[in-house]
């Protein structure tokens, strides 16, 4: 393993229920290397999603550091913030978060979008990135067409269309039968072994958390003792 | 283009809430345009008012006439080029549900004062040279069917009795302002007639109609031919033609204000609707506008999709509302026959009309667009619509 590519130091983070303070995470910290595919795991209420939205710059810390390809994401306002994660973050969500009006081609060039390539160049990489992912049969079908398992597919190629730098996955099995997830899961293998690709993924299914490398418990805001899963 | 598409599919993504937004849209528009057109009509009569005509009437109300023998002193007051007279008839045709303005007019010089009426020359000639000749105008042809050579009755009711007229002629105006539902006949006929019926009623002119030779002296001509009068048993009030118009028109003002007052209720009413309709929207893709903003996408593209959605929607509803109004005002305007002589959608209504489907359009907008853009990604994630 490599560099630090995400750098945690004393991060703690509340939420605010009426007139409560709730704490969430208290003084999380820890690094996870480039290339790493790292599990968050722990009950229900634990934080660990609290966690993967901070490491994602989709939400903010209450203090602490946070820093991700070196840069310190807790200083970024927000629009900086915005453009930072269109470069850095692929989002794989559980229940896909697909834009139903767009063709798995169109929901695949979203965040293309936000760069610099001309509509050949888009189009390149999307058809590229739907065939990585074993569809390139299905490129103009909307999701509503598709099953559980190829709306999570397409989801993937979105997360890994703008080359980030680390992929946050949010149970993303969680919303499939036994086969799909077996297939999402080994395409998540499939980008750590042979691209390289740096994973956090959240869920609380130790089948799952048995793909990655390295596995992150989390209890009642606090990290416990990590260990690697099976590689 | 990327944009384009996927407003236009957002927009049709509810097919039936789209489309019932839109019928609102489109009938609300389209009441607008008609109400706007109808207070246009009002005021019509004062617009085509020529700048270097005058009207002079008894000072105490247009109900009493001035004696015949003015139009000579008038005439000869510095500044008055041409001086005509007429009466209002107020007759019926057939029944009196066929309202249309009858006038007893000077026939040797009251069309030189009005050159915005069109009368073949040779139709002029046998208009004049018959004591009992109409000159009617085109919308009236267009209504009831007159030809030349028609005999036409009508029944007095200011000057009672019936009264027999053979159609000599047809005016069209010059342009689409001119009122072309008038009925003109030789004042003569009337006089003549009433020096027999009626004879303290002879000789009595209902309005005088000057010609100026400059409209810079207007006030002054007219200072000058009240003062003539002053004193006098029939006092004048002589008063620009356009003065004379709008005071018709102030008559019935709370009328016209409380047209006024409904159409912009209309439209305020559509975008109550439309506001509705977006912020059910928003509410909805609640999760796929934090999806966007997770992906990097900022507020700025986010209002452009919402406000995009909502302008597309009020801007068909809009156009369609609008293509409406010309057939509908039309006939609407025929079946109100000589109320609004004049009727037509003027490009000042039009542009209301479309002002009005874009602000609907982004009024609307507005909040659901700051709520999309505040609402933190972690609880837009979580929504459900």
Not at chain 1, 108 to 136: I, K, N
Not at chain 1, 214 to 225: A, S
Request: hydrophobic residues 45%; charged residues 20%; contains cysteine.
């Amino acid at each position: 393993m490599s560099e630090p590519v995400v750098e945690i130091k004393n991060l703690v983070k509340s939420y605010r229920r009426g007139g409560q303070v709730v704490p969430v995470l208290t003084n999380i910290t820890f690094n996870i290397a480039a290339g790493d595919y790292v599990a968050l795991m722990g009950p229900s209420g634990s934080g660990k999603s609290t966690l993967l939205n901070l490491i994602a710059g989709i939400d903010k810390p209450d203090s602490g550091t946070l820093r991700v390809g070196g840069v310190d994401i807790t200083a970024l306002g927000e629009a900086e913030l915005a453009t930072w994660r269109s470069r850095h973050v692929g989002f794989i969500f559980q229940f896909y978060n697909l834009m139903p009006v767009l063709t798995a081609f169109e929901n695949v060039e979203l965040p293309l979008l936000l760069t610099d390539l001309s509509a050949r160049q888009r189009d390149e990489h999307v058809t590229s990135a739907l065939a990585m992912v074993g569809l390139a049969d299905r490129m103009e079908h909307f999701p509503s067409e598709l099953s559980g398992g190829q709306q999570q597919r397409v989801a993937i190629a979105r997360a890994i269309i703008a080359d980030p730098t680390i992929l946050v996955a949010d149970e993303p099995t969680g919303d499939l039968d036994r086969v799909s997830a077996e297939e999402i899961l080994n395409m998540l293998d499939l980008l750590n072994r042979e691209l390289g690709k740096t994973i956090i993924m959240v869920t609380h299914d130790p089948h799952s958390a048995g793909k990655a490398h390295t596995v992150q418990h989390l209890d009642k805001g606090e990290l416990r003792i990590g260990n690697s899963g099976a590689a | 283009m990327y944009y384009l598409k996927l407003i236009v599919r957002n927009a049709l993504r509810h097919k039936l809430r789209t489309g019932l937004t839109v019928l609102g849209i489109v009938v609300a528009i389209l009441a607008f345009g008609l109400l706007r057109t109808v207070v246009d009509a009002w005021y019509h009569g004062s617009e085509a008012a020529s700048n270097t005509r005058m009207v002079t009437r008894n000072s105490i109300s247009l109900v009493f006439s001035l004696p015949l023998t003015y139009s000579a002193k008038i005439r000869q007051i510095d500044g008055v080029k041409a001086v005509s007279h007429a009466n209002w008839f107020g007759g019926v045709y057939v029944t009196e549900k066929n309202f249309f303005p009858q006038f007893a007019v000077q026939g040797s010089t009251y069309f030189d004062l009005y050159p915005e009426f069109i009368v073949p020359p040779e139709q002029m000639r046998e208009f004049q040279r018959d004591r009992k000749g109409a000159l009617v105008g085109r919308k009236l042809v267009d209504t009831y069917g007159f030809k030349i050579g028609d005999q036409v009755s009508l029944r007095g009711t200011i000057f009672p009795g019936n009264w027999e007229f053979v159609v000599r002629g047809i005016y069209d105006g010059a342009d689409s302002k001119t009122d072309t539902s008038q009925f003109f006949f030789q004042w003569d006929y009337l006089n003549e007639t009433m020096k027999k019926t009626a004879p303290r009623r002879a000789n009595s002119v209902g309005v005088y109609i000057i010609s100026l030779a400059s409209a810079d002296r207007a006030a002054e001509v007219a200072a000058a031919v009240d003062h003539e009068f002053k004193n006098s048993l029939a006092e004048t009030l002589t008063e620009t033609e356009q003065a004379f118009q709008l005071g018709f028109v102030s008559m019935t003002e709370a009328i016209v204000v409380a047209i006024k007052i409904v159409s912009f209720l209309v439209i305020f009413i559509i975008m109550a609707v439309m506001a509705n309709t977006m912020a059910m929207t928003v509410r909805e893709r609640m999760a796929e506008y934090a999806t966007l903003k997770a992906l990097g996408f900022g507020p700025g593209h986010l209002a452009l999709l919402i406000f995009g959605e909502s302008l597309a929607i009020a801007g068909f509803g809009a156009a369609i509302g609008i293509a409406l109004t010309f057939p509908v005002a039309e006939k609407f305007g025929t079946a109100m026959g000589s109320l609004f002589p004049v009727f037509f959608v003027t490009p000042e209504t039009l542009y209301m009309q479309v002002a009005a489907g874009l602000i609907v359009g982004a009024v609307a907008a507005f909040v659901p667009c700051v709520r999309a853009a505040r609402i933190r990604i972690v609880d837009g994630l979580r929504s459900v619509g």
